[in-house]
């Protein structure tokens, strides 16, 4: 079975420091891999999505990147945090195919930014 | 893809069913309806989707209307642990299959 990873899953950094996210799923090939937000008391906003590696698609402007080094591999990335990058950070995935495309997500982490 | 439109927040009885309806009128012929919920603090739990047929499996039932138009998402003997965020989305399974949430239904199951 499919099963997916986040680490880490509480992160306090001060601001002006790097971040590294890191997402791994296990049990598939080739599946489109995604980075989501939700800020406190906000709904959940899509920010980068991977169909394959080194391909990268951003949804929004931002303070953050991400890489897809390998197949299930992706990683959230900032050179400098912002008070405003406070928020839970979720990795997702999903693999294309007949009947719709369920994505699933991870358990998520917790970004604090002081 | 399609917007939809849910109920702020919905209040169920324990034991009972909880009904939560989907507005997606502008949906198009290769738009599947998806639902998710989210418990306070962790991450999005998938449901159930479907596309035009009515669907069930043991969490819930789907009820799609003829036209695609709305839909309902039935818990069949809610629980407490059923209180969550429930969220109604309308996505297209061609290219990357990104799911746009908005603000969701919060299902309150009450003893």
């Known amino acids: 079975s499919q099963t997916i990873h986040q680490w880490p899953a509480t992160l306090v950094q001060p601001v002006g420091s790097p971040l590294s996210l890191e997402c791994t799923v296990e049990?598939?090939?080739?599946?489109?891999l995604y980075w989501y937000r939700q800020a406190a008391g906000r709904g959940l906003q899509l920010l980068f999505y991977?169909?394959?590696?080194?391909?990268i698609s951003s949804e929004v402007p931002q303070n953050l990147s991400a890489s897809r080094p390998q197949d299930r591999q992706f990683i959230l990335s900032s050179k400098k945090l912002l008070l405003s990058d406070s928020g839970f950070y979720l990795c997702?995935?999903?693999?294309?195919?007949?009947?719709?495309?369920?994505?699933?997500f991870g358990e998520g982490s917790w970004l604090t930014v002081v | 893809d399609a917007k939809t439109t849910q109920p702020t927040s919905m209040d169920c009885a324990e034991g009972r069913a909880a009904n939560l309806p989907c507005n997606h009128s502008?949906?198009?012929?290769?738009?599947?309806v998806y639902w998710y919920r989210q418990i306070h603090s962790q991450g999005p739990q998938y449901i159930i989707h479907g596309l035009k047929n009515n669907e069930t499996n043991e969490m819930a039932s789907l009820i799609i209307t003829e036209d695609r138009k709305s839909s309902t998402l039935i818990l069949p003997h809610a629980t407490l642990r059923d209180t969550a965020v429930y969220y109604c989305?309308?996505?297209?399974?061609?290219?990357?299959?990104?799911?746009?949430f908005g603000q969701g239904t919060r299902l309150t199951i009450n003893p």
């Open positions: 502008t949906i198009s012929g290769n738009e599947y």
């Open positions: 997702a995935w999903s693999v294309r195919g007949a009947g719709g495309n369920t994505i699933y």
């Open positions: 991977s169909v394959g590696i080194g391909q």
């Open positions: 989305i309308v996505s297209s399974s061609q290219g990357a299959q990104k799911l746009v």
């Open positions: 049990g598939t090939s080739n599946p489109n």
